[in-house]
């Protein structure tokens, strides 16, 4: 299994540009959330979801979207990036026997917004 | 939703035995305890979980008292590979709103040879 696997790694958009940061896992897993964590900081929750065609928002929501078409595939989108927006974006799986807990996280993408 | 405390850093030697202490005073009664593990530039790795009592499993050990109210996780003989960021999370897993687990600061742990 590749596990959680986050496309693209690094990333630099101009403030206004829109774009989307990939997510997709290999497990057959339920849950599915992106957080983001900023220099020195823990991480916060923006949006998750608990299964294909169901989504909710987090902590930090504003300035992003998602979608959850498939089982796999849990896309985060930017609307219209601004400098706040820069950070490292971690996406998360876990199944539902054990909730929440134990979630798999990726390698991350880190965005710099200019 | 419960909000946790724990030191922002800690120093260790290899081999030393080494116990973080997190505190959650309005713990609620669904909620889980949970450790997760971050190494710079990756993303965290879940350590342990528990609910009460002591939990062990092949990396650490977790320690909540009959009040629930503060935990400990136990890293015995540590390495120079344990540094890491340790977050205690406190939380219901099992609803369906995200388990709303706040990350916090986390302690940073570093041993030194």
């Known amino acids: 299994n590749a596990g959680v696997t986050q496309t693209p790694k690094f990333q630099v958009l101009k403030t206004g540009q829109s774009m989307t940061l990939q997510c997709a896992q290999d497990?057959?897993?339920?849950?599915m959330s992106w957080y983001r964590q900023d220099p020195g900081m823990g991480l916060r929750l923006i949006h998750y979801?608990?299964?294909?065609?169901?989504?909710d928002q987090g902590e930090v929501p504003n300035g992003y979207n998602v979608s959850r078409s498939t089982t796999e595939d849990f896309p985060l989108r930017l609307l219209s990036a601004a400098p706040s927006q820069t950070s490292v974006y971690f996406c998360a799986s876990s199944e539902r026997g054990t909730g929440w807990s134990e979630q798999y996280f990726g390698p991350g993408t880190r965005l710099t917004v200019t | 939703l419960a909000k946790t405390t724990q030191p922002i850093s800690m120093d260790s030697y290899e081999g030393q035995e080494v116990n973080i202490t997190c505190s959650h005073n309005?713990?609620?009664?669904?909620?889980?305890i949970t450790w997760y593990q971050q190494f710079p530039s990756q993303g965290p790795r879940f350590i342990i979980q528990g609910y009460k009592t002591k939990v062990t499993n092949e990396v650490a050990s977790l320690f909540i008292p009959a009040d629930r109210k503060s935990s400990t996780l136990s890293l015995p003989r540590v390495s120079l590979s344990d540094t890491a960021v340790y977050y205690c999370l406190v939380g219901d897993p099992y609803n369906n709103q995200g388990g709303k687990l706040i990350f916090g600061q986390g302690t940073e742990l570093s041993v030194k040879p």
């Open positions: 497990m057959n897993h339920e849950y």
């Open positions: 309005n713990i609620a009664t669904n909620d889980y």
């Open positions: 979801s608990v299964g294909a065609g169901i989504t």
